[in-house]
């Protein structure tokens, strides 16, 4: 929070806002950038693409919480000005806030680190909210489901940690999996959007990506 409000103070064009409370009373950050101020009113208004990116689902996979709020210092410092002439970013990067704050040393069996230790995976109700956006017995998931009716990203992204399960490569993503989901959508994912990551995280770093899931990724390893 700390680091989000002194962004926002230092930087007009980042605007802080929350989307709702936890089970246990905490806000939950949202950055908003690339529009003139936070209300879904003016985001929708833009017409520009809108993208909502969140972090720390599960509160002890912590990645996708620093990245957001790297990529976020990265805009507020005029990097990438042109993605904001057509983007609006939401940027939620602490989606379980309880689950962050209850840091342990063994709330992630062989998770490389961090040193001082990582949140929990569920929710303060015991809840893991990535379980909830059916039955909404959370704060949170309810949360979110305003913030997506009011805001109506055209991309979601969610990120996660796979460091301390069996997978047979460091990153990993995956396109929506729901059979209901638009095969235009996966398509575009799969032989675009995904194969260009893959590409790009090679070239850069030498790391190869490959898609979620322990059963795909082993038998892709036999194979
Ligand atoms: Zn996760």
Redesign the pocket.
Same mark, same amino acid.
């Given at each position: 929070m700390a680091f989000l409000e002194a962004l926002a103070k230092a930087a007009p064009a980042v605007h802080l806002t929350t989307f709702g409370k936890t089970s246990e009373g905490r806000s939950l950050p949202l950055a908003v950038i690339g529009v003139p101020d936070a209300t879904p009113q003016a985001v929708r208004r833009t017409g520009k693409l809108r993208v909502y990116i969140q972090g720390n689902? /599960?509160g002890g996979?912590v990645e996708g919480k620093e990245s957001a709020q790297m990529l976020l210092r990265d805009l507020a410092q005029g990097k990438h000005a042109e993605w904001l002439q057509s983007m609006v970013l939401l940027v939620a990067p602490i989606y379980n806030a309880d689950g962050n704050e209850r840091i342990a040393l063994n709330n992630r069996g062989p998770q490389h680190g961090p040193m001082g230790g990582q949140g929990q995976r569920p929710n303060a109700q015991g809840l893991d909210l990535?379980r909830d956006h059916m039955k909404l017995d959370s704060p949170e998931a309810r949360a979110v489901v305003r913030l997506m009716n009011d805001y109506d990203p055209h991309v979601s992204i969610d990120l /996660?940690?796979t460091n301390g399960t069996r997978h047979a490569y460091f990153l990993t993503y995956a396109p929506p999996l729901n059979p209901s989901i638009d095969p235009a959508i996966v398509g575009l994912l799969r032989n675009d959007w995904l194969p260009s990551v893959t590409r790009t995280i090679r070239s850069k770093y030498g790391w190869d990506y490959y898609y979620y899931g322990p059963t795909l990724t082993l038998r892709s390893k036999i194979a």
């Open positions: 689902i /599960h996979e990535n /996660h940690t």
